[in-house]
């Protein structure tokens, strides 16, 4: 089974400033990663597929890169919104998580 | 507007059954793989099971193998999970969510779940 390790944990920002949260696979995934967004209390949203793709609705301040084992998401400009759980999810083989990034204000 | 509606949570005990349903609306059901993806209260995603479009296929997490049957009837626009020798890590919200490929031409990504629904909590406690 493969594995994704997310980092950091938790990342402490503040409205505008950019946020870099890290994805790692135990093994080559290509490119199938995909970033979703979760609110407390609500369902996860579709953010990044493909690492790179932003789906629709998704703000250009997104960006998501990477491809093998190590891929980033990139929020450029923290929005008050934007504050929640970060989850990546590989879809090569079998569709496991990682453990998720919270960004929280600072 | 897509719509999934899940039902069927509750309280179980340990060893027991129970089924969940998730009602689709607003889409081509029979056009799309579903998933079965759970949250353990405080805890991370954990992605359950799928099937696609015809139910012809299906996946299973190892966690979940041997319990967890996923089903689908496209003349009523449901997706089924019956969960039976149900255990407390099952305790958790149950999502389902809509499969999605975004092709351009011949040329597909790979799938991701572009539309969830709000989840049932299943509770697994004597």
């Known amino acids: 089974e493969i594995a994704l390790t997310q980092s950091p944990a938790t990342l402490s920002l503040s409205p505008g400033e950019r946020a870099t949260l890290s994805c790692r696979a135990s093994?080559?995934?290509?490119?199938?990663l995909v970033w979703y967004q979760q609110k407390p209390g609500q369902a996860p949203r579709l953010l990044i597929y493909?690492?790179?793709n932003r789906a629709t609705g998704t703000p250009a301040r997104f960006s998501g890169s990477g491809s093998g084992t190590d891929f980033t998401l990139t929020i450029s400009s923290l929005e008050p919104e934007d504050f929640a759980v970060y989850y990546c999810?590989?879809?090569?083989?079998?569709?496991?998580f990682g453990q998720g990034t919270k960004v929280e204000i600072k | 507007e897509v719509q999934l509606l899940e039902s069927g949570g509750g309280l179980a005990q340990p060893g027991g059954s129970l089924r969940l349903s998730c009602e689709a609306s607003?889409?081509?059901?029979?056009?799309?793989?579903i998933s079965w993806v759970r949250q353990a209260p405080g805890k991370g995603l954990e992605w359950v099971s799928d099937i696609n479009s015809s139910g012809g296929t299906t996946q299973y997490a190892d966690s979940v193998k041997g319990r967890f049957t996923i089903s689908r009837d496209n003349s009523k626009n449901t997706l089924y999970l019956q969960m039976n020798s149900l255990r407390a890590e099952d305790t958790a919200v149950y999502y389902c969510a809509r499969e999605i490929r975004y092709c351009s031409g011949r040329k597909c990504s790979g799938p991701s779940s572009d539309y969830w629904g709000q989840g049932t909590l299943v509770t697994v406690s004597s």
């Open positions: 093994q080559s995934i290509r490119n199938y």
């Open positions: 607003g889409f081509t059901f029979s056009s799309h793989s």
């Open positions: 493909d690492a790179s």
């Open positions: 999810q590989q879809r090569s083989d079998w569709y496991t």
